[in-house]
Structure formats: structure tokens, C-alpha cells
């Protein structure tokens, strides 16, 4: 088979390296790709928006299966232009990723099907929102309708930052479009976990679970970025969580797209919080997590091209989805000053490390070949050193020992990946 995926980050290079083992992957391409995706994708240099001239080189190669890696491409519609066009595409169509598209209409979903979230209101405009404020209970969360990075989500302890983070979101458009409208729901605490799953419109089956670190700086302190490292499993996503979970939110939330007539097939994201009153969906996403992708697939034991073509079958019921027992940590190494502003071009040094090391993976998020054929920074989130071990300790251990083999200027990484770990 012919494989085109489209994306350029660490979840597309995660994405690539399971594709290439395969052996029904006969060809991978990769639209626009970087320069890690290189070792196993003929990298084109077609942006992820360019709906009609990715189609097109799709025909003109013959490919056989697109995967399409982020989000943005999936609710602007292209698995709809691909279809239209006759393409197999892997992933929901644009009236189903609207799950992850709009948080208004996901929170609706919910409250409509009594799917477990946080309590929320949406508003249009600035005025109503600041009026809303003034009655509300703190720390509140914010939160942009639209696509934002994972950056459009803002936690204010006070009216004061509250106020600011309307300003900043429908005032400013800090976030652009995305502000356009916003979300104000109730503050949860507990543990997040994340729970990839694959749907194939009918059913859903999930992947191992999995935990992310948002914060920018050590000790969950700083900005929100889009993940600074994650580690599989969670010793805190229990069986008996597990199982309330596919009951009361997984297929559910399955069987209320379809009953929309929006069915959902490809990659459903779940983020839960585990609060004291049982687990509820912070946010979902459309598509693979990244950092997620990095410690998830690593432990798939699947052929991913059969399970996700029975994604797109229709067939998920004849796959039994499997993974190692092995624990899987990945540490994000970033460039110093990210997520606001930070320099790009610096030489990366110390990938022969990995070679031939079972087990030890770096995952290319923001990288590329400069004028001298050298690797070079060109991201906030570089690289994700990402290493297996018998359990999460061992893991945690084998990642940290591994980022000490890469170098590069500016070079940024948290310290305490899984460290939630120790107090399980």
C-alpha cells in the first residue's frame, strides 16, 4: 500500500514510525512532514490546509490510505474532499470533528445525552460573560470555542484574571477565531488522564491510557503549552474507572454523534478529570494526542493500518485491540522561552545515540534540514525523547537518562515528566 500521512509534529513522526512497520505499508509519504519523519516518509512540501493539492497528489501517486495527524485540516473538512474525490481517508468528517472543533457544541452534546462534565455556560459576547463573572464561584475556567493549540484555555483564580482572560480571549482574539465565542464552566479538581480510542461510527475501543503535563515549567507552574511529556498508563485510571468510563462516557458519546447524524469515525480523544464525584470529560479531541501519540503507540502491539481500515469498514468488532505491558515516558525537549517567544535554527547533535538502543525513541516535533543538510531547531516543542521500561519508574528513568544524549541551543525540557508516578 501507498500511505500518505498529513501533519508535521511529533504525533505525525509517532504516526509515521508504526506505519513503517507494517507490512502492508509498501510506501509512506508525508505532507508536509520534518526532518525525523524523513527516516521513514518522502517528505512533499504540501501545507496541511491545501485540501485540493493534497488530493491531488493523492490521485496522481495512487495512494491508498491518507491519515490525516491534525486537527486543524479535520474540522476545516479535507476528509470530506477526499471522499468526494473517491480517496480512503482515515479520520471523522467535518460535521463529526466538530467534537473537538467547537467547545460550545461539545458541552451541549453532553448536557443533552447526560454524558459527566463540568458545569458551563456559553457566551457570544464580552458584555454577557463579564456580567456572568460577577455572580461566579472561583477558580473558574475559560475556555475559547475554536482551535487553539491547546493554548485557548485559561484557569483564573480571581474576577481580576478572569476578566483579563476575557478580554484576552473575545476582546484581543489573542486565540483569533477561536474566541469568537467562549465557554465559562466550573473549576474540576483530580487526576486528568487521557484515553485514545479508535471508532469506527458504531463502536468505540480504547487504547491505553495515558497522562500529559500542560504546564510550561516544573511542578505544573507556568503557561499552558500543548504537552511538555506524558507517560502510559496511569496507575490512577483503575479497571473499575475504566469500566464506568465505557459505560457512561465512551459509547455513549459514540452513539450521541451518531444519534446527530454526525457518525464519528477515526481517532476520539477523551480527556478526563477523576474528580471526587466520579470521572468527567474535560475536553475531547478528533485525532491522536500529542504527546499522547509518542508513549501510546510505542506499546500498540496492532497493525495500525488494519485497525484503522476497519475504522474506516466499519469493522472494529473484528479487532482485538492489543498492548505491551511495558510502561512508556516521553519527555519533551523544548526551545527555551516557548510557549511565548524563543529563537529557531540551532543544530541538533546526539540522535546516533538511539541507534540500534530497543526500546529508546526521539520523536521529531519541530525540526528540519538547513541549508548545510544539518537537523536544526524550528519549533517551541522539538523533540520528544521518549523511552519503554518494565514499569512507569523504570521508564521514567530510561526517558531522562536518554535526554542527556541530545543537545541544541536553547534547549528546554521540565524535570518532573511522571513524577505523579512516586504517589501512586
Known sequence: MKILIIGSGGREHAIAWKVAQSPKADKIYCAPGNAGISEYAECVPIGAMEFDRLADFAKEKKIDLTIVGMDDPLVGGI?????????RVFGPAKNAAI?????AFSKDLMKKYNIPTAAYETFYDAKSALDYLETARFPIVLKADG??????????????????????????????????????????????????????????????????HKRALDGDQGLNTGGMGNFSPTPFYTDE???????????PTVDAMAAEG????????FGLMLTEDGPKVLEY??????PEAQVVLPRMENDIIEVMEACIDGTLDQIDLKFKKDACVCVVLASEG???????????????????????????????FNDKGEIVTNGGRVLGVTALGSDLKQARANAYKAVDWIDFGNKYYRHDIGKAIDEA
Open 285 to 290: 479531541n478528533c485525532r491522536f494526542g500529542d
Open 99 to 103: 467534537l473537538e472543533g467547537s467547545k
Open 147 to 212: 482551535l487553539a493549540l491547546g493554548k485557548g484555555v485559561l484557569i483564573c483564580n480571581t474576577p481580576e484574571e478572569a476578566k483579563a482572560g476575557v478580554k484576552e480571549i473575545m476582546e484581543d482574539k489573542k486565540f483569533g477565531t477561536a474566541g469568537d465565542k467562549m465557554v465559562i464552566e466550573e473549576f474540576m479538581t483530580g487526576r486528568e488522564v487521557s484515553v485514545l480510542s479508535f471508532v469506527d461510527g458504531k463502536i468505540v475501543k480504547t487504547m491505553a491510557s495515558a497522562q500529559d
Open 262 to 269: 454526525r457518525p464519528f469515525k477515526g481517532v476520539i480523544f
Open 79 to 87: 476528509v470530506d474532499v477526499f471522499e468526494k474525490e473517491g480517496l
Open 338 to 368: 516557548y510557549p511565548v517567544a524563543y529563537e529557531k535554527g540551532f543544530p541538533i547533535t546526539g540522535f546516533e545515540n538511539f541507534k540500534d538502543k530497543d526500546g529508546y525513541y526521539v520523536f521529531h516535533a519541530g525540526s528540519k
Open 241 to 251: 474507572i475504566d469500566e464506568y468510563c465505557q459505560k457512561n462516557i465512551f459509547q
